[in-house]
């Protein structure tokens, strides 16, 4: 029988053994948000205030497009991982787990209807 303190069985786990996986996902989303969410600004200002067709023939070109996916998917990933650290932190039992199902499978269906707009509006 090997003997652990508390301390080495609760070293680099967190308090619910993902921790730091939540904090190294949070991180790498929020630094990249931080350079796409300007673009983003930026990209949207320039397509705005056109006519209908004027929209849809700059988001037919690839760089708009690619930046709002991106934009996007990295931002609702990130809304969902944070949903999801609230949840664990304030929900329990049945109730948790049956919420961040719903949490997920509202985030993953906002993706694909977004990308499928934009699918749509750049095709």
Partial sequence: MRYLTDRKRAQGLGA????THHHW?????????????????VT?????GGSYED???????PLPALITGISLVVGVL???NEANVAVEDYVH????????????AFSYTLIAVGLFALAKIAL
């Fill in 78 to 80: 990130h809304l969902m």
């Fill in 16 to 19: 619910g053994r993902e921790g």
């Fill in 25 to 41: 996902q949070a991180m790498v989303s929020s630094i990249l948000l931080v350079f796409l969410v300007p673009a983003f600004v």
């Fill in 55 to 61: 929209t849809l023939a700059y988001y037919s070109q």
């Fill in 93 to 104: 039992g049945v109730a948790e787990k049956l919420t961040l199902i719903a949490v997920k």
């Fill in 44 to 48: 949207f200002a320039m397509g705005l």
